[in-house]
C-alpha cells in the first residue's frame, strides 16, 4: 500500500486479557517506531526497529509490553495481561533511513489502534 | 531530559490571519526539528524540517523558525483556511544516532470563517 497501515483500527477488550497490534510500514522503509498517544498527550515513545539491528526497547512501560518484526517488515506490538491504563491510541511510523549523518527522515505514520481496555 | 512545551490552550484565529504556534525546549538545542499535524482519529503527517543551522524554512503558505538561543520554534500559517483547523505538533531529534523523535504534546488550531 501507500502508507503505513495498521490493524485493528478498534480494540475493545477485558482486562486481563492479551493484544496484539499490528503494522505494515511502507515498502522499503527500514526504520519501524511504535509510540502510544494518551487522550491530549504527546506521543510517547515506545519502541524502535532498524534493519537487522537489536531494537531499541527504552520507552516499553512495562515487562508486559513487547514487540517484533518479522523479515524486517511487518511488527507486532503484544500487551500481555492489559490494565486499563493501557487504554490510548498505539501508533506506527516508518522512515527510509536511520542512522548517522542520515538522520534527519520524517516520519510515516498510520492512523493507529484506539484500544479500550474495560 | 529534554522537555517540549507547547501551548496546550487551543488557539482561535479568524480566516485569513497568520497563525502562529510556539515550540519550547529545555534543555540541549537538537539537531533538527520536525512539525507534523495531526487530525482528529489518524495519525500525524509530517509538515517540515528545520535544520539547526537554519533560521528560517519556508513551504507554501507555511514558515517555520529555529531560535537556538531562545530554545524555540514558531510556525507560521499564513493566509489561514478553515481546513488548517488541526493539531500540530513540534518534535526534537534525542541524541543517539538515529532518528528518535520526542515529542511535545501540540497546540490545537481553529480557524473560524
Known amino acids: 500500500g501507500a502508507g503505513v497501515s495498521q490493524s485493528p483500527s478498534n480494540k475493545v477488550t477485558e482486562k486481563g486479557k492479551d493484544v496484539e497490534l499490528r503494522c505494515d510500514p511502507i515498502s522499503g522503509h527500514t526504520a519501524l517506531y511504535w509510540y502510544r498517544q494518551s487522550l491530549g498527550q504527546g506521543l510517547e515513545f515506545l519502541i524502535y526497529?532498524?534493519?537487522?539491528?537489536?531494537?531499541?526497547k527504552s520507552g516499553l512501560p512495562s515487562d508486559r509490553f513487547s514487540a517484533e518484526r518479522t523479515g524486517g517488515s511487518v511488527s507486532t506490538l503484544t500487551i500481555q495481561r492489559t490494565q486499563q491504563e493501557d487504554s490510548a491510541v498505539y501508533l506506527c511510523a516508518s522512515s527510509p533511513l536511520s542512522g548517522t549523518g542520515g538522520s534527519n527522515q520524517p516520519q510515516h505514520f498510520g492512523d493507529g489502534t484506539r484500544l479500550s481496555i474495560l | 531530559s529534554q522537555k517540549i512545551e507547547q501551548n496546550s490552550e487551543a488557539l482561535n484565529i479568524q480566516e485569513g490571519k497568520t497563525a502562529t504556534l510556539t515550540c519550547n525546549y529545555t534543555n540541549y538545542s537538537p539537531a533538527y526539528l520536525q512539525w507534523y499535524r495531526q487530525d482528529p482519529g489518524r495519525g500525524p503527517v509530517f509538515l517540515l524540517l528545520i535544520r539547526e543551522n537554519e533560521k528560517e524554512k519556508r513551504k507554501e503558505r507555511l514558515k517555520v523558525t529555529f531560535d537556538t538561543t531562545l530554545k524555540q520554534s514558531l510556525f507560521h500559517i499564513t493566509a489561514s483556511q478553515p481546513a488548517d483547523s488541526a493539531t500540530y505538533l513540534c518534535?526534537?531529534?534525542?541524541?543517539?544516532?538515529?532518528?528518535?523523535?520526542?515529542f511535545g504534546a501540540g497546540t490545537r488550531l481553529a480557524v473560524h470563517p
Open positions: 518534535a526534537l531529534d534525542e541524541p543517539g544516532g538515529y532518528n528518535k523523535l520526542i
Open positions: 526497529f532498524q534493519g537487522n539491528s537489536a531494537p531499541d
